[in-house]
């Protein structure tokens, strides 16, 4: 199994935001997880990702064989943890350029590996940002600072292109979208997924879903899985909303 | 009167120094400049001395129709440093850039005291100064823009803000507009804060060790004066001590460019012949 959560209980300044949670991912997967706003999806992918402030009270994160609470995130992101960010962050002043080679070069450190050349690395970059529909050229621009959301969205697909992770969390990657762009990012994640990868898509509808597939849906509420079924969960809670899972 | 410096009408220069005759006496070094029509000065000072050393530098500038000024003090280390600037903006048209960076730690103390007086319609004024302090430095920024009752259409803009590494280091920043004429654009502000938490965890995230993504951060912040530069050899060896001061290479006088405290011969790869 890749990711493997055991009884996870995460607080954030004293309270408790996620109550006991299991969750189990194998490699080629997709999982969706769904839910009411404030029920911990957003804790989720922080405990995952080891976001400083949120502290595990209880249980494990295993992934690849170890449990990587206490791990610091970028031992994580190295290890091919990668977290599409709700709100990507801007960067006045770190060009894409710099932002992705100093991350593209800290993974291949962390592998004992040389940094890539210059001539690589453009080429690489050339290539994801054709994935993802980037036309302009990125060298000089500011991470993030003056994009659109759906650029930045764009963006976040494209740097997940550029680390080749193992596990990739979408964190409401689809908030903000309009359709084209959904489909773009949508198009990159399915040419992303392989045999060896999986991914785990946080979203509040149902919409993605019919680009992205998921093998199961997991639905949230109050800090904890409370039912898990496959892609056809996703239609009946578009359909029936969220107040029955209250009574579950 | 230290050095004086008077651009003829038309006349463009660049100016490149080093604040290294590092007084151990707070004597006080001025440098009036006289910008005379449509002339144009930049003026670049590089200001790196030990930790016992003070620098009282003094700008005393004025400025005729149509002159344009820029002046980039980047100061990188000494214990106790004040640069005053006062540009009188005498004739319409006339055009002044002032920026300033320090980055300093341990008792560092580092002062900028500026005034610029709009005593003619139709002029611009630019400030920024941006300051890493870590450990216990302390800095001070007083930034005062007076723009007399005749002064209309004049453009001034001021901004002061600071990233504080450590509950110990502090800035008094205190930016000042006094103005009399109403149809102006003039504009101040200062912020003071730690590093940006939220960009921090995205590097982070992106692999990026917490040590470089603190870098990659101070010297973004930084280079948003460095990039003022318009010499761009010296604009890359800035960039580069900039990176070197951030890593803490700069610091200390075994690496430090100066002799100070340690005569020695010293290579700069600065070729004078073009300034």
């Known amino acids: 199994m890749l990711l493997n959560i055991k009884n996870l209980h995460v607080s954030i300044g004293g309270k408790e935001i996620l109550k006991g949670l299991n969750l189990g991912v194998n490699e080629g997967e997709i999982h969706a997880i769904m839910g009411p706003n404030g029920t911990g999806k957003s804790t989720l992918a922080a405990a995952i990702t080891g976001r400083e402030g949120y502290e595990i009270t209880e249980g494990e994160i295993w992934y690849k064989g170890k449990n990587i609470v206490g791990m610091s995130p970028e031992d994580r992101a190295n290890e091919g943890i990668f977290l599409s960010f709700q709100y990507p962050v801007e960067i006045p002043g770190v060009s894409i350029q710099n932002f992705m080679r100093t991350a593209v070069n800290s993974k291949r450190e962390y592998q004992g590996l040389p940094p890539m050349s210059t001539i690589d690395f453009m080429k690489m970059m050339k290539e994801k940002q054709a994935m993802v529909e980037i036309t302009e050229k990125l060298q000089n621009r500011f991470v993030n600072v003056g994009y659109s959301g759906g650029e930045k969205k764009k963006n976040e697909i494209f740097q997940m292109a550029m680390l080749e992770p193992n596990l990739a969390i979408l964190d409401e990657t689809d908030s903000g979208l309009d359709i084209d762009a959904l489909r773009i990012v949508a198009h990159g994640v399915n040419q992303l997924h392989n045999s060896e990868n999986a991914f785990v898509v946080i979203t509040h509808y149902q919409r993605l879903l019919d680009y992205i597939v998921p093998d199961f849906v997991h639905v949230m509420y109050d800090g904890r899985i409370v039912k898990t079924g496959g892609k056809t969960l996703a239609l009946e809670l578009e359909e029936k909303g969220y107040e029955w899972i209250k009574e579950l | ?275």
């Open chain 2, 1 to 275: 009167m230290d050095n004086q410096l008077i651009l003829a009408a038309n006349q463009s220069r660049e100016i490149i120094e080093y604040d290294d005759d590092a007084h151990l006496s707070p004597e006080p070094k001025v440098t009036e400049i006289v910008l005379n029509e449509n002339s144009s000065l930049e003026l670049y000072v590089l200001q790196n001395v030990n930790n016992e050393a003070s620098i009282r530098r003094e700008f005393k500038i004025r400025q005729l129709a149509d002159s344009r000024l820029k002046i980039v003090v980047i100061t990188f280390n000494g214990g106790d440093i004040r640069n005053t600037y006062r540009v009188d903006l005498d004739g319409e048209g006339a055009e002044t850039q002032v920026y300033g960076l320090y980055l300093i730690d341990k008792t560092q103390h580092v002062e900028n005291y500026l005034k610029v007086n709009h005593n003619v319609p139709n002029c611009t004024s630019n400030e920024k100064f941006k300051g890493v302090l870590d450990e216990e430095a302390s800095g001070v920024f007083n930034g005062h823009v007076y723009v007399a009752p005749n002064a209309q259409k004049t453009n001034a803009y001021q901004n002061n803000s600071n990233i504080i590494l450590t509950p110990k280091a502090k800035i008094n920043s205190q930016p000042f507009l006094e103005i009399y004429a109403d149809d102006v654009k003039c504009s101040h502000g200062t912020s003071t804060g730690q590093l940006d938490q939220e960009a921090m965890f995205y590097m982070r995230q992106r692999g990026i060790s917490k040590a470089n993504a603190r870098i990659l951060l101070m010297y973004a912040f930084a280079a948003e004066v460095s990039n003022h530069i318009g010499n761009e050899m010296l604009h890359e060896h800035i960039d580069d001590m900039i990176k070197r001061r951030l890593r803490g290479e700069l610091s200390s006088c075994e690496t430090c460019v100066l002799r100070c405290s340690h005569p020695k011969e010293y290579n700069f790869d600065i070729d004078y012949s073009k300034i």
